[in-house]
């Protein structure tokens, strides 16, 4: 069995991230392992394209204080030390994977919305995040499937 010293879990700030936060705190546990928790903002100009005609930097600030400030709550309610906590801008697979390396993750753990058929295939953040990983990859059942 492998011996997981560092837990990354990566959140999207939903209502279903606190069930994936329960399991990679229990992960942590049993293993005494660290955990450390990330989000990544996906720019608007990533997410719709570089179309949009207007100065987006005031929404991404918003964005973004918002986000810093879930993320605290959050990493209060499992005791995640601020040192742990990861906020980034960018493609949500790169992001988390640069972060991982970054901090020598053994495992990630993502929620799953257990998408069938060709949404497995298409525009998944847990099949981007399965395709690149150097660890192991832990997905948890979110959503009404689970």
């Known amino acids: 069995m492998s011996k997981y010293s560092r837990v990354l879990l990566a959140v999207d700030l939903t209502e279903d991230c606190r069930h994936v936060a329960e399991h990679a705190s229990i992960l942590s546990e049993l293993y005494q392992a660290q955990l450390h928790i990330v989000h990544v903002i996906e720019p608007q100009s990533l997410a719709y394209g570089d179309e949009i005609p207007m100065d987006l930097s ?52 993502v929620g799953s919305h257990g998408r069938h058929g060709l949404a497995i295939l298409f525009g998944s953040t847990l099949n981007g995040v399965l395709q690149k990983a150097t660890c192991d990859v832990l997905a948890v059942r979110v959503g009404e499937d689970s």
Do not use: M, T, W
């Open 58 to 109: 005031s929404l991404h600030e918003a964005i973004y204080d918002q986000a810093e400030s879930y993320l605290r709550e959050l990493s209060s309610d499992f005791h995640i030390s601020k040192d742990r906590q990861h906020l980034a801008f960018g493609r949500i697979e790169s992001e988390i994977h640069r972060i991982a390396a970054e901090n020598k993750i053994d495992v990630i753990v």
